[in-house]
């Protein structure tokens, strides 16, 4: 949720992180105009409370305070009248009150970008940081996953579509052990980087939708129960960034790393026409997410820890990546800041999406209410909440099937899965 004294003390700042969304930002001079209001009427009611004030003191001095306060009590009356008429218009534009008119505006208003994200909009403007491994040259025609997958066996779309419709997969055999090899793959070297493991509700209240960003970054992505008005979750990030809200953290316990395997939901499913086959873009998809709450002057730095742990699960898959800045107009509703880690696939000849990994700064924790104390007696602030994907378990599994199919068909798994899945490969 965006601060309202940022916006009071620096709506220039506002407008331009807008602008390089490519939003409107005419939001910016809503915000000011409903402040103003909200703040006239909190002075008018402090106003007539002190004139109701000055004339309770008077008739308390009074000679005769009987009749002093006969005389004065239609005033009474009116300013006690003024006075909720006041409170109530402030109550209405409150920008602590769920529901009000500047509050639900604060709650639409995107992240604050930071200044080292790149200008533009779209993939073309995001910029390459670096890259890692270098493609396979094939001494054959490299098939797409999909077609390894149904060859084999191991992946059958048919029989999920005949289950759930289309953008929907089935693991089968060898499929499924290697999907579930890359998932306790993830979660051990998350254990192995002080993540504590959660395994959250799949289903979450509107509240921690909402206090997390989503119901406005996702809205029309959700597959929902409206009678319970409960939510599939679209990413752990949701439940693991709402393990902490309304609590206040002790100084000493930052930074808190969480991380989650868990199926996700989302209805939508990228741009139409591109990446429709295969498990590039489904309805129902894997991951393992990883989740920081961090002090605010750290965050910077969890941001490049977070990523470098994401990097190293596909260093040691030995599987090729870059790593992009995310330009401005594409950086999530959240995010203040993103990278995306993005795997080589062969049968497209280019990079593909395996992880984002934002820093939220204290955009989620002020909906969310999760604060910090620096020491005993002092203040609460807010945290920074960061998240990323470490990794995508159908990405990483198309990667993995792509990168190392051999001539004759069979796929080599990769060292670091071999204990894990219990072969070398699949034939």
């Given at each position: 949720?965006l601060?309202l004294?940022?916006?009071?003390?620096?709506?220039?700042?506002?407008?331009?992180s807008?602008?390089?969304?490519?939003?409107d930002?005419?939001?910016?001079?809503?915000?000011?105009?409903?402040?103003?209001?909200?703040?006239?009427?909190l002075?008018?009611?402090?106003?007539?409370?002190?004139?109701k004030?000055?004339?309770?003191a008077?008739?308390?001095?009074?000679p005769?305070?009987a009749?002093?306060?006969?005389e004065a009590?239609?005033?009474?009356d009116r300013l006690a009248q003024?006075?909720?008429?006041?409170?109530t218009?402030?109550?209405?534009?409150?920008?602590?009150?769920p529901?009000?008119?500047?509050?639900?505006?604060l709650?639409?208003?995107?992240?604050?970008l930071?200044d080292?994200?790149?200008?533009g909009?779209?993939?073309?403007?995001?910029?390459e940081?670096?890259?890692?491994?270098?493609p396979?040259?094939?001494?054959?025609d490299?098939?797409?996953?999909?077609e390894?997958?149904e060859?084999?066996?191991i992946?059958d779309f048919?029989r999920?579509?005949?289950?759930?419709?289309?953008?929907?997969?089935?693991?089968?055999?060898?499929?499924?052990r290697?999907s579930r090899a890359?998932v306790?793959?993830?979660?051990d070297?998350?254990?192995?980087k002080g993540?504590t493991?959660?395994v959250?509700p799949?289903?979450?209240?509107?509240?921690?939708?909402?206090?997390?960003?989503?119901?406005?970054?996702?809205?029309?992505?959700?597959?929902?129960?409206?009678?319970?008005?409960?939510f599939?979750?679209?990413?752990?990030e949701?439940p693991?960034?709402?393990?902490?809200a309304?609590?206040?953290?002790?100084f000493e316990?930052?930074?808190?790393k969480y991380?989650?395997?868990?199926?996700?939901?989302r209805?939508e499913?990228g741009?139409?026409?591109?990446?429709?086959?295969?498990?590039m873009?489904q309805?129902?998809?894997?991951?393992?997410?990883l989740?920081?709450?961090?002090?605010?002057?750290?965050?910077?730095?969890?941001?490049?820890a977070l990523?470098?742990?994401?990097?190293q699960?596909?260093?040691?898959?030995?599987?090729?990546?870059r790593?992009?800045?995310?330009?401005?107009?594409?950086?999530g509703?959240?995010?203040?800041k993103?990278?995306?880690?993005e795997?080589?696939?062969?049968s497209l000849?280019?990079?593909?999406?395996?992880?984002?990994c934002?820093?939220?700064?204290?955009?989620?924790a002020r909906r969310?209410?999760?604060?910090?104390?620096?020491?005993a007696g002092?203040?609460?602030e807010?945290v920074?909440t960061?998240?990323?994907?470490?990794?995508?378990?159908g990405?990483?599994?198309?990667?993995?099937?792509?990168?190392?199919?051999?001539?004759?068909g069979g796929?080599?798994?990769?060292?670091?899965?071999?204990p894990?899945f219990g072969?070398?490969?699949?034939?």
């Amino acid at each position: 949720m965006l601060d309202l004294s940022l916006v009071r003390r620096d709506p220039d700042r506002v407008r331009r992180s807008a602008g390089r969304r490519g939003l409107d930002a005419s939001f910016v001079d809503r915000v000011l105009h409903l402040d103003s209001q909200y703040r006239s009427a909190l002075t008018a009611a402090e106003q007539v409370q002190a004139e109701k004030n000055r004339i309770s003191a008077a008739i308390a001095r009074a000679p005769d305070r009987a009749a002093a306060a006969r005389e004065a009590r239609p005033r009474l009356d009116r300013l006690a009248q003024e006075i909720a008429q006041a409170e109530t218009c402030a109550q209405t534009l409150s920008p602590d009150v769920p529901g009000s008119a500047l509050y639900d505006l604060l709650s639409q208003c995107p992240n604050i970008l930071d200044d080292s994200v790149p200008e533009g909009s779209g993939e073309e403007h995001n910029v390459e940081l670096r890259s890692w491994g270098t493609p396979r040259a094939f001494e054959f025609d490299p098939s797409p996953h999909y077609e390894i997958g149904e060859r084999l066996g191991i992946i059958d779309f048919e029989r999920a579509a005949k289950l759930s419709g289309s953008r929907f997969s089935l693991f089968a055999g060898a499929g499924a052990r290697l999907s579930r090899a890359l998932v306790q793959f993830f979660l051990d070297r998350a254990d192995a980087k002080g993540y504590t493991e959660i395994v959250p509700p799949l289903l979450v209240s509107r509240k921690t939708m909402w206090s997390t960003g989503q119901l406005t970054k996702f809205s029309d992505a959700m597959f929902s129960d409206a009678e319970a008005d409960l939510f599939m979750v679209p990413t752990a990030e949701v439940p693991l960034t709402a393990l902490h809200a309304g609590e206040v953290i002790a100084f000493e316990d930052l930074p808190r790393k969480y991380a989650a395997y868990t199926p996700c939901f989302r209805k939508e499913a990228g741009a139409a026409g591109r990446d429709t086959r295969g498990l590039m873009r489904q309805h129902q998809f894997e991951k393992v997410e990883l989740v920081w709450l961090a002090a605010p002057e750290r965050s910077s730095d969890a941001l490049e820890a977070l990523t470098a742990d994401a990097e190293q699960l596909l260093q040691q898959l030995n599987l090729p990546y870059r790593v992009v800045a995310v330009c401005a107009g594409d950086v999530g509703f959240n995010g203040a800041k993103q990278y995306d880690l993005e795997v080589w696939v062969p049968s497209l000849e280019t990079y593909r999406e395996i992880s984002s990994c934002s820093n939220c700064t204290d955009f989620q924790a002020r909906r969310a209410a999760i604060r910090f104390r620096r020491k005993a007696g002092a203040k609460p602030e807010l945290v920074h909440t960061l998240n990323g994907s470490a990794l995508a378990i159908g990405r990483t599994l198309l990667a993995v099937l792509e990168n190392f199919q051999r001539a004759d068909g069979g796929i080599d798994v990769p060292a670091v899965l071999q204990p894990y899945f219990g072969s070398a490969s699949i034939t």
